[in-house]
């Protein structure tokens, strides 16, 4: 069973940049695709971007698209997201989350949960 741990995070002015880690442990870190979900207070949980194992298409959500990129290193267990021209609306917890099986935006499409790290945006 596959463990995440994640950090990174942290407190940011609006335009600045961050960058989450969330390394897996266990074995076959590649043959699973990597998600990034954030929740806002008084929010669902909501997609943000995922990555396939190995080959495929990367995708995200609209609102981030041209600022956060999501990348992994397979050798070192680790998906990453940068986060770049941050917005106060960026504001949430960030979790990473993995599953096998083809890319999904929702969040019941994957069953192992990072434990959440905080971002905050100041405008």
Same mark, same amino acid.
């Given at each position: 069973?596959?463990?995440?741990?994640?950090?990174? /995070?942290?407190?940011? %002015? +609006?335009? $600045?940049?961050? &960058?989450?880690?969330?390394? *897996?442990?266990?074995?076959?870190?590649? @043959?699973?695709?990597? /998600?990034?979900?954030? %929740? +806002?207070? $008084?929010?669902? &949980?909501?997609?943000?971007? *995922?990555?396939?194992?190995?080959?495929? @298409?990367?995708?995200?959500?609209?609102?981030?698209?041209?600022?956060?990129?999501?990348?992994?290193?397979?050798?070192?267990?680790?998906?990453?997201?940068?986060?770049?021209?941050?917005?106060?609306?960026?504001?949430?917890?960030?979790?990473?989350?993995?599953?096998?099986?083809?890319?999904?935006?929702?969040?019941?499409?994957?069953?192992?949960?990072?434990?959440?790290?905080?971002?905050?945006?100041?405008?």
């Amino acid at each position: 069973q596959v463990q995440l741990m994640q950090s990174g /995070g942290g407190l940011v %002015q +609006a335009g $600045g940049s961050l &960058r989450l880690s969330c390394v *897996a442990s266990g074995r076959a870190f590649s @043959s699973y695709v990597m /998600g990034w979900f954030r %929740q +806002a207070p $008084g929010k669902e &949980r909501a997609f943000v971007a *995922a990555i396939p194992g190995s080959v495929g @298409s990367k995708h995200y959500t609209d609102s981030v698209k041209g600022r956060f990129t999501i990348s992994r290193d397979n050798a070192k267990n680790t998906v990453y997201l940068q986060m770049n021209s941050l917005k106060p609306e960026d504001t949430a917890v960030y979790y990473c989350a993995s599953r096998r099986g083809g890319s999904s935006r929702y969040s019941d499409g994957y069953d192992v949960w990072g434990q959440g790290t905080q971002v905050t945006v100041s405008s």
